[in-house]
């Protein structure tokens, strides 16, 4: 069983920036895909970004692209995602997921097995 935890939701103004950050309290993430997800209330969960473990691979929604970064720091155990310039469209529920393998298959939520608990991440002026 992974345990993912994230954090560093919080709220900021549109056009400000936000790192969160994904970690595994008991296991390697080095070895694992990592992808992120988000939840606004009434809506699908929705795929933002995904990272391999074996070749970097990274993919994007297209509605991130060019505003958030995915990165991976395995001597921290840790998976970021960088969120700049945000919009009023971007709050939700953050989560990170793996499927257990090592190479990103896709911003599907039902392909991720293993989920953390999420973050909150408010845009308000």
């Known amino acids: 069983q992974v345990q993912l935890v994230e954090s560093g939701g919080a709220l900021v103004q549109p056009g400000e920036s936000l790192r969160l950050s994904c970690t595994a309290p008991a296991f390697s993430l080095e070895y694992l895909v990592i992808a992120w997800f988000r939840q606004a209330p009434g809506k699908e969960r929705e795929g933002v970004s995904c990272?391999?473990?074996?070749?970097?691979?990274?993919y994007y929604a297209d509605s991130v692209k060019g505003r958030f970064t995915i990165s991976r720091d395995d001597a921290k155990n840790t998976v970021y995602l960088q969120m700049n310039s945000l919009k009023p469209e971007d709050p939700a529920i953050y989560y990170c997921?793996?499927?257990?393998?090592?190479?990103?298959?896709?911003?599907?939520?039902?392909?991720?097995?293993?989920w953390g608990q999420g973050t909150q991440v408010t845009v308000s002026s």
């Open positions: 990272i391999s473990s074996n070749d970097g691979t990274i």
């Open positions: 997921a793996t499927d257990g393998s090592v190479s990103c298959p896709g911003l599907y939520s039902r392909a991720y097995h293993y």
